[in-house]
């Protein structure tokens, strides 16, 4: 089993930046893809970005793309998401997520049925 713990979350003003962490205990974090969703008062869950298992592949929204980089640290078990420029309209729960039943495979995953794994979410605010 493998658990996800997002940290990072906070209250910024527009333009700010931040950086979120995802924390995985359990089996094989260098070996599945791992990616960012966001959820936005009254809306659906959407993707933000993901990482392939080795680290480089990665893929983005097109609402991020310029702004937000996905990363990893295999060494500390860490998916990370440095946030840049940011919009009111990036307020939202952020949830990281990993396709832990995929290892060894490499795959543009941006439905939430891709995944497998989640955590529980960090809250990021955005004032204007």
């Known amino acids: 089993q493998v658990r996800l713990v997002e940290s990072g979350g906070g209250l910024v003003q527009a333009g700010d930046s931040l950086r979120l962490s995802c924390a995985a205990s359990g089996r094989s974090f260098g070996a599945y893809d791992m990616g960012w969703f966001r959820q936005a008062p009254g809306k659906e869950r959407e993707f933000v970005a993901i990482?392939?298992?080795?680290?480089?592949?990665?893929h983005y929204a097109d609402s991020v793309k310029g702004r937000f980089t996905i990363s990893r640290d295999y060494a500390r078990n860490t998916v990370y998401l440095q946030m840049n420029s940011l919009k009111p309209e990036d307020t939202g729960v952020y949830y990281c997520?990993?396709?832990?039943?995929?290892?060894?495979?490499?795959?543009?995953?941006?439905?939430?049925?891709?995944?497998?794994?989640w955590g529980q979410g960090t809250q990021v605010t955005v004032s204007s």
């Open positions: 997520a990993a396709a832990t039943y995929a290892t060894g495979i490499s795959s543009v995953r941006s439905q939430e049925g891709q995944y497998d794994c």
């Open positions: 990482i392939d298992w080795r680290g480089g592949s990665t």
